[in-house]
């Protein structure tokens, strides 16, 4: 098991809006998701990718039987992948200035081509051999050969990454000395990355005799 600093965190910026005229609650939902869209795209090349989730505008009903409409709902979502960290800070305050608008989980983890997989497959192979030449050094025996192995698992990033919820409230941000724009550190949670492999060894006899045996004993 190795444990490595995340290279991604992924989270999910949504917006909503109530409105009692369909065309108003749609005309609002698109300013709030396109402000979003802005806020994400001017963070530049810190952002690993980005992509619209969701976008709808449905009734509310009320009434004893519920066919009372009451007005109109609406929700879009935007899904982010950050490799610079230092941005979190910056579009979490961001996205926060947007009416109505709430951040999701983060979600920390590694890249699914991180080299870091790898070292942790080579890392687990390594400690397959070391317990087999320990087991035949207990019978007095070498490893002589490899006859099988097998890849049992690997997890990590997306199966092992960390979440993090974030509730914001009175108090949440603290402000720089000079009054400028809220501030938070967040630190990223690492990660823990198992690989696994099944090895079967050959080896020499073993050396079962006891001293006796040695002595001559028929």
Do not use: C
Not at 133 to 148: H, K, M, N, P, Q
Not at 152 to 178: D, K, N
Not at 185 to 194: K, N, V
């Amino acid at each position: 098991m190795l444990e490595r600093d995340p290279e991604l965190v992924d989270l999910h910026l949504n917006v909503l809006v109530r409105d009692p005229d369909r065309a108003a609650a749609l005309a609002a939902l698109t300013e709030r998701a396109a402000a979003l869209q802005t806020l994400v795209a001017g963070l530049g090349a810190g952002i690993e990718r980005y992509a619209n989730t969701g976008f709808n505008v449905y009734p509310q009903f009320s009434g004893k039987r519920g066919d009372q409409l009451r007005g109109y709902e609406g929700r879009a979502s935007l899904s982010v992948t950050l490799a610079d960290f230092e941005l979190l800070p910056r579009l979490i305050t961001g996205a926060n200035e947007v009416e109505l608008s709430e951040v999701g989980q983060l979600v920390w983890r590694m890249r699914r081509d991180s080299l870091v997989f790898r070292e942790a497959r080579l890392a687990a192979v390594e400690d397959a051999l070391s317990r087999a030449r320990d087991y035949a050094a207990a019978f007095g025996s070498t490893v002589t050969g490899l006859i099988e192995v097998t890849d049992v698992g690997l997890s990590g990033g997306g199966e092992r990454s960390a979440t993090r919820a974030l509730g914001f409230g009175t108090g949440a941000f603290a402000r720089g000395g000079g009054g400028g724009e809220p501030s938070f550190d967040l630190a990223p949670q690492r990660q823990e990355i198992t690989g696994q492999v099944e090895a079967r060894f050959s080896m020499t006899d073993p050396e079962l005799a006891d001293d006796r045996d040695r002595g001559g004993r028929p």
